[in-house]
């Protein structure tokens, strides 16, 4: 599980990410979702993991397996980069508000 500071990271890198270094959304954010997708095409399975960051006004922020932001994440959290062949879906954070 990430800690409240570790949502603080994740906040004030998104913001960096988006050019936007004086907004601190770290107190609006109401999960973190580790998710894998699976698309079944034709005979083959395309696979789609991703991290959403839902925040309490409703928006959500989806972080891609290619972004550094993925990667940093899954450090904080000690996830696996392995590949899953499942869809998947672990609760990161829950805000208690």
Not at 12 to 22: D, F, P, R, V, Y
Not at 48 to 76: K, M, N, T, W
Request: hydrophobic share 35%.
């Amino acid at each position: 599980m990430i800690t409240m500071d570790g949502v603080k990271q994740i906040s004030k890198k998104i913001s960096l990410e988006n050019g936007i270094s004086e907004n601190d959304l770290s107190e609006d954010v109401s999960e973190i979702v580790y998710r894998t997708d699976v698309f079944e095409c034709d005979d083959a399975s395309v696979i789609d993991r991703h991290i959403d960051i839902g925040y309490s006004f409703g928006d959500y922020y989806e972080v891609h397996e290619d972004s550094p932001l993925f990667q940093f994440i899954c450090a904080l959290c000690n996830l696996s980069l392995e590949q899953e062949e499942e869809e998947r879906e672990k609760f990161l954070w829950k805000s208690t508000r």
